[in-house]
């Protein structure tokens, strides 16, 4: 439907013709203080002029229909659609991944492949993301510090956009700050819905860097009802070929599986180990299956503003009369100008 920003202005419609009945007509221009020698001439041309009547209407008209689109255009028309309900489900989830320098480790395979650390995470997280239509999905990168990669948002796409451009070092190679992560998330979290504010935390090390202890950030997010998921990633076996051969090394030995458990549950979550790909793909398919919290759907009535169609209307009319006012003019002048030459004529060829 079609509704008026500013209605109020509407009541100035009939203000031309409140003017008219309150005010004096102007002066009819009788009383002429400079005499022309043609006068008569002019005087009978104006006459003929005003004795066009339905000419004068017309002009009327369009001042009319000027004055009404003008008013219009200044009330701000616009059109409002249909309600659009938003895909939401009311659950806010916020993704913490760990791009620290041991995260560039190959001790994992993606599709019969060697690759880092990060690059099976974006790959398994990339297809999480693509399931997760109607939860509002932010993401937070770690390592030396912590920052927040992309806000809360329904943009899904460009949630995955910022996760294959993060990089190892981005922010800081040689520690790990996973307490830093998560109080930046709590800090995120806090202002929305109590009860749909999840973390989703990845790590293959251990807290050994940063301002806040993550006993005490799970412990903060406790107390505004955050629940955190946390998931160590890494193989605990993988061969290496040294000066006296092939020898097998854990390269999970410095992950902190107590830390994670521990904060995990102190918020009612839950741990998840990850030493492949296919375990990784699990773990997010169990959290693929968190109760979604119900909430009240949000419309969205999408706006269109429509003002430049009464004014085009207005400008239009206005180049009309300006147009049609010039013309008589000129056929005026130019019947004077005849009608004088003649007279000129007549009184040379008299004398």
Do not use: C
Not at 103 to 114: I, K, P, S, V
Not at 267 to 282: I, N, P, S, W
């Amino acid at each position: 439907m079609i509704e008026f920003l500013w209605w109020q202005l509407l009541i100035l419609i009939p203000l031309p013709l409140i003017m008219r009945y309150f005010l004096s007509p102007a002066d009819n221009g009788d009383d002429f203080a400079l005499r022309t020698p043609y006068y008569n001439r002019w005087l009978s041309i104006y006459e003929q002029s005003k004795q066009r009547s339905d000419k004068k209407r017309l002009r009327l008209f369009l001042l009319i229909l000027m004055w009404i689109a003008l008013i219009l255009a200044a009330a701000r028309p616009q059109y409002v659609g249909e309600p659009i309900e938003l895909p939401a489900t009311g659950r806010d989830l916020l993704l913490a991944v760990d791009i620290s320098g041991s995260m560039e480790a190959t001790d994992l395979q993606l599709q019969g492949q060697e690759a880092t650390r990060l690059d099976v995470v974006k790959s398994v997280l990339n297809e999480f993301i693509e399931r997760r239509e109607g939860d509002r999905i932010g993401l937070i990168l770690f390592g030396e510090q912590a920052y927040l990669q992309t806000p809360l948002t329904f943009d899904r796409i460009t949630v995955q956009q910022m996760l294959d451009e993060s990089a190892i070092g981005l922010a800081g190679a040689s520690r790990t700050a996973i307490g830093d992560g998560i109080g930046l998330a709590v800090k995120r979290l806090r202002s929305r819905k109590a009860d749909s504010r999840v973390l989703v935390l990845l790590t293959d090390g251990q807290n050994n860097t940063g301002a806040v202890d993550p006993i005490k950030a799970a412990q903060l997010a406790s107390q505004i009802g955050v629940k955190i998921y946390t998931i160590g990633v890494g193989a605990e076996k993988m061969e290496v070929n040294s000066f006296f051969g092939k020898r097998t090394l854990n390269p999970s030995k410095d992950l902190d599986e107590k830390t994670l458990i521990a904060v995990a549950e102190a918020t009612g979550g839950l741990y998840f180990r990850a030493k492949d790909a296919k375990q990784l793909e699990d773990i997010y398919a169990v959290l693929d299956e968190i109760e979604p919290v119900e909430a009240n759907p949000e419309t969205f009535r999408p706006v269109k503003s429509l003002f430049y169609w009464p004014l085009s209307v207005s400008f239009v009319l206005s180049l009309i009369l300006a147009l049609e006012k010039l013309i008589s003019l000129g056929l005026m002048r130019h019947k004077l100008f005849n009608k004088s030459s003649k007279e000129d004529s007549e009184v040379i060829r008299h004398v």
